[in-house]
T-cell receptor, first 109, second 114 residues
Framework: GQNIDQPTEMTATEGAIVQINCTYQTSGFNGLFWYQQHAGEAPTFLSYNVLDGLEEKGRFSSFLSRSKGYSYLLLKELQMKDSASYLCAVSDSNYQLIWGAGTKLIIKP | SQTIHQWPATLVQPVGSPLSLECTVEGTSNPNLYWYRQAAGRGLQLLFYSVGIGQISSEVPQNLSASRPQDRQFILSSKKLLLSDSGFYLC?????????????FGEGSRLTVL
């Protein structure tokens, strides 16, 4: 079967750095997405990785290792507005997205 | 620019009543369209997707149905709602033929079945 695993909840302090991990087992791989979802709202796109390595976009970075079936999302200089759920999703061999349950990130002052 | 809208945003329905959620996409042609459901604390569950008018694929057998009467219109329906149908419903679209499969979501519709 297909499976995406990520921690249920994480807590971090404003101004700090946090890393959210995602491991996956899917039938085929055509890229990995990270989405941000604030409570009661729709997910919004953060990043896309299809090759191994680190993609940096402002305060957010995403890393992929295809051989390990592993990705992480790194958030720097945390702000209160970063409190949200972060969803990991893998595009499988049919370009359908397989979703993790999401990691709820709580930012404390 | 492309936009996607879905409505209603919130609704409370009794068990056994019908349901209709609508979604429209503007600014693009021939999109792939999707209906997802998100239960509290759960991941996104794909319900239906469509690659063209009248072409609907169902991922999960249940009492819901979907229709695509026009290229950029996607409708989620039920004849008789169950308590278990409560959740956050999201419509989404993607560019047909784009390898990444990136999704663009509507605002979401929160359904409470009592």
């Amino acid at each position: 079967g297909q499976n995406i695993d990520q921690p249920t909840e994480m807590t971090a302090t404003e101004g700090a750095i946090v890393q959210i991990n995602c491991t996956y087992q899917t039938s085929g791989f055509n890229g990995l997405f990270w989405y941000q979802q604030h409570a009661g709202e729709a997910p919004t796109f953060l990043s896309y990785n299809v090759l191994d390595g680190l993609e940096e976009k402002g305060r957010f970075s995403s890393f992929l290792s295809r051989s390990k079936g592993y990705s992480y999302l790194l958030l720097k200089e945390l702000q209160m507005k970063d409190s949200a759920s972060y969803l990991c999703a893998v595009s499988d061999s049919n370009y359908q997205l397989i979703w993790g349950a999401g990691t709820k990130l709580i930012i404390k002052p | 620019s492309q936009t996607i809208h879905q409505w209603p945003a919130t609704l409370v329905q009794p068990v056994g009543s019908p349901l209709s959620l609508e979604c429209t996409v503007e600014g693009t042609s021939n999109p792939n369209l999707y209906w997802y459901r998100q239960a509290a604390g759960r991941g996104l569950q794909l319900l239906f997707y469509s690659v063209g008018i009248g072409q609907i694929s169902s991922e999960v057998p249940q009492n819901l149905s979907a229709s695509r009467p026009q290229d950029r219109q996607f409708i989620l329906s039920s004849k008789k709602l169950l308590l278990s149908d409560s959740g956050f419903y999201l419509c989404a679209w993607s560019v047909r033929g784009l390898d990444t499969g990136e999704l663009f979501f509507g605002e979401g519709s929160r359904l409470t079945v009592l």
